[in-house]
């Protein structure tokens, strides 16, 4: 399966998604910046849990030329346990008021499984894209509410859970399984009439270090599904045990990474460090119009 070619594409290629009415270009690919409001993310965990170092945040996100602000309330670390819904839509309200007040015209994406907690922000905040790790996995409800809604979804392979998923990961291939995977799961999402999917490998979610990169290398495969994927590897294990260092010292490799991924088709950089990942956008743009005069 994974020879298929670009002309062998299931359906066209999608280069926009409807972010709240307004059009948001994925042909020019998107930087997505991380907002962790969370105590034990496996990068960012504890900075921003008070409204200033949240505020401060946002701020930087914005000004440093993203254009998503991707809002998670619940870590989803290799170990980590779920937090209860009160206090993730608790989180994530608080957070959320704070964008809408400074920035009410940024996409917002929140990174939830939880149809209740997605329902609940959907109708306070008018939020334009939902995250599921569990491509709705948890629960049918979530492609019932994204159909009723018409937000944009991204749905991410992750094989196990959080707490178990990096215990022995195993598959037949790799590639194949996730883009059979990915692929199935968009189809189900057509069929409802949902128009704005993003598709997400899953990196490091329940993937061995050559998992990871086997992704990586062919990720320009996911294409066939006629989708814009989105590529989240920012400072993550794949990149600091390959190099023998920590998630404090991988932005180069995160960066290196970034570009690959680019080239590969990548739609969508989720990031922790949103200026070096436009800057890389800005250059692979740069490259992309240069080869074709």
Do not use: W
């Not at 170092?53 to 170990?79: C, F, H, L, N, Y």
């Not at 209740?116 to 492609?143: P, V």
């Not at 598959?171 to 799961?185: A, N, R």
């Amino acid at each position: 399966m994974r020879n298929l070619s670009l002309k062998d594409t299931f359906f066209p290629e999608k280069h926009s998604l409807n972010c709240g009415g307004k059009l948001l270009d994925l042909s020019r690919p998107a930087v997505m910046g991380i907002l962790n409001i969370t105590s034990d993310s496996f990068y960012d965990g504890g900075k921003y849990l008070d409204k200033k170092a949240i505020t401060d945040r946002i701020d930087q996100i914005v000004k440093e030329g993203a254009e998503i602000i991707d809002v998670g309330a619940m870590s989803t670390r290799p170990g980590s346990q779920p937090v209860d819904s009160g206090t993730e839509l608790e989180r994530l309200s608080i957070t959320l008021e704070l964008i809408r007040k400074a920035y009410p015209e940024i996409p917002v994406s929140v990174d939830t499984f939880r149809p209740s907690t997605a329902r609940k922000l959907i109708k306070d905040f008018d939020i334009d894209i939902i995250n599921d790790i569990t491509a709705g996995g948890e629960s049918e409800e979530m492609f019932s509410l994204i159909a009723e809604t018409g937000k944009a979804y991204i749905i991410m392979h992750m094989q196990g859970e959080p707490s178990t998923m990096q215990k022995r990961p195993e598959y037949k291939d790799v590639v194949d399984d996730i883009l059979l995977y990915l692929s199935e799961k968009s189809m189900k999402l057509r069929k409802l009439g949902i128009a704005d999917i993003v598709i997400d490998p899953g990196f490091g979610f329940g993937k061995s270090l050559d998992h990871n990169y086997s992704l990586l290398a062919h990720l320009n495969v996911f294409r066939s599904i006629g989708l814009p994927i989105l590529a989240g590897v920012s400072r993550k294990s794949m990149i600091s045990k390959f190099l023998d260092t920590g998630p404090e010292q991988a932005l180069n490799g995160t960066t290196a990474l970034h570009m690959f991924a680019l080239v590969q088709g990548a739609s969508i950089l989720r990031v922790h460090d949103v200026k070096e990942a436009v800057e890389t956008r800005n250059l692979f743009r740069k490259l992309r119009e240069s080869s074709k005069s």
